[in-house]
């Protein structure tokens, strides 16, 4: 199920990536970027990857269906729609929303996203 998810979230991502053309090629660089790193980096401790969950499950933002930080599916310029769990094993995966909205800046409800020392 894990495995199918995960396809599931790039799937989503790289057609949503090619419908709308304002980020396409950014998304699925990124999306590369995401893989290479989770294969030659060792995964983060499991506090920080269990914290960094919590926050994004947290976050108005996570979509449950397929584990994402946003979704084409619904607001195509919201998130960075990687598969949270995938991305949170990371140890150098920085929170799209902190790095697009910063630590103190609250957009809507959203939560601030994971903290500077995750």
């Known amino acids: 199920m894990k495995v199918l998810r995960f396809l599931a979230?790039?799937?989503?991502a790289?057609?949503?990536g090619v419908i709308w053309w304002s980020h396409p090629w950014g998304r699925l660089r990124d999306a590369l970027y995401l893989a290479w790193d989770s294969l030659r980096?060792?995964?983060a401790i499991p506090e920080?990857?269990?914290?960094?969950l919590a926050a994004c499950r947290a976050c108005v933002l996570y979509y449950e269906p397929l584990q994402t930080c946003g979704t084409p599916l619904h607001d195509h310029d919201m998130g960075?729609?990687?598969h949270v769990p995938a991305k949170a094993r990371i140890p150098a995966a920085k929170?799209?929303?902190r790095q697009h909205?910063?630590?103190k800046a609250k957009y809507g409800v959203f939560s601030n996203g994971w903290d500077d020392n995750l």
């Open 9 to 12: 979230a790039i799937t989503v």
């Open 14 to 16: 790289i057609l949503g």
């Open 41 to 43: 980096e060792p995964p």
């Open 48 to 52: 920080v990857v269990e914290a960094r």
């Open 80 to 82: 960075c729609w990687c």
């Open 95 to 97: 929170c799209w929303l």
């Open 101 to 103: 909205y910063g630590p």
